[in-house]
């Protein structure tokens, strides 16, 4: 996910959708979590967790495994959005261990002192994460690390293979007057500003010249056959016909086409792409920052992610971990091609203004294709 998109969904077979999309888990037993006392036991002790729910992290297997391995039992706290991540962090001082952070909001959390840096040598597949996630300044600052690699995504074009015999391979497919009425978009107004700012040659995070995103999002109005939220309700539109092509998540369009046999294809249009990526943190004043660091070892390790993927996840930050999978698997394919990967602008951190200032612009978008 991440960032900026803050809607998730817990996927029928419990395991992740994507980073991008999430239902709402039970505050209480978040709550609950955090409230119980902290047992230190001889044999490992314990961690908590903050992250999405459904998100890796706690799949039953892997709490299991770990704790098998190491001994440390591994407990969850859950949340909605980023900002309400990062209120947690801030009013939960000593609670947490483990924390997911975003790439546009890992430097929020470090900046505030919420994240303690990490001795990258307490991480075994440190060297093999990939440097565009590793070293990226969104998870580094000032020489330390606070935020390991864990997995990334993008947002591109998902088409119907059985209406495109090729690629589209330009961003532009999406006005071709071809393609009326047969367009889905999600309703989100960052994720539309992003890609009208590409449309337009800006920079998707910070575009100069919004009135341009404005008009060149609003000349879509023909093309647009409905809007979507979740991607359930994009398997749905898209086995119905609804319509043939629209921006989606790439570990989303691998599992339409993997667990739910749909035609998808995907493809990062020559303009670019959205791309976003995850760290794993460890939260400042964590009860037992040993265990975390095991814990985000573990995380990042081939042993972990093959088995995780096979639900058709996110891809790895850990490019032993992706090689490890086969070769004609479809997230496999669409994750591994640097070409593409060069084309992606990386999510990164937005101020409240700019926040407000695209969901007011998509707001009036709406409002004119409901007209």
Known sequence: MSAQDDMKTVPPQGGRITRRHFVAGTAALGLATIAAPRIVRADGGKITVLNWQGYGTDEAWAVAEFKKNTGIEVVHDYFNSEPEMITKLRTNPGAYDVVLTNCAWNGVASKEGLVQAIDPAQITAFKSLSPTFRDSKLLNDGGKTYGIAWVWGMTAIAYNTNVFKSKPESIEILWDAKEAKRVGLRDDGIEAVSFGAIAT???????????????????????????????????????????????????????????????????????????????????????????????????????????????????????????????????????????????????????????????????????????
């Open 201 to 371: 040659g800006q920079d998707m995070n910070h575009p100069k010249d919004l009135a341009k995103v404005k008009e060149k999002l609003l000349s879509l109005k023909g093309q647009v056959a409905t809007l979507w939220s979740s991607e359930d309700e994009f398997n749905k539109l898209f086995a119905a016909k609804t319509f043939d092509l629209s921006p989606y998540w790439s570990g989303s369009a691998a599992r339409s086409k993997i667990t739910f046999k749909q035609p998808v294809g995907y493809d990062v249009p020559k303009e670019g792409a959205i791309g976003w990526f995850d760290g794993l943190a460890i939260a400042t004043n964590a009860p037992n920052a040993g265990g975390a660091a095991k814990f985000i070892d573990y995380m990042v390790s081939p042993g972990f992610y093959k088995r995780w993927s096979e639900m058709g996840n996110a891809a790895s930050a850990n490019e032993k971990a992706n090689e490890a999978l086969g070769a004609d698997n479809f997230g496999r394919k669409i994750h591994s091609d640097k070409a593409a990967i060069k084309r992606l602008q990386f999510m990164g951190p937005l101020s409240d203004e700019e926040r407000q200032s695209y969901s007011d612009l998509w707001t009036e978008v709406k409002a004119e294709y409901a007209k």
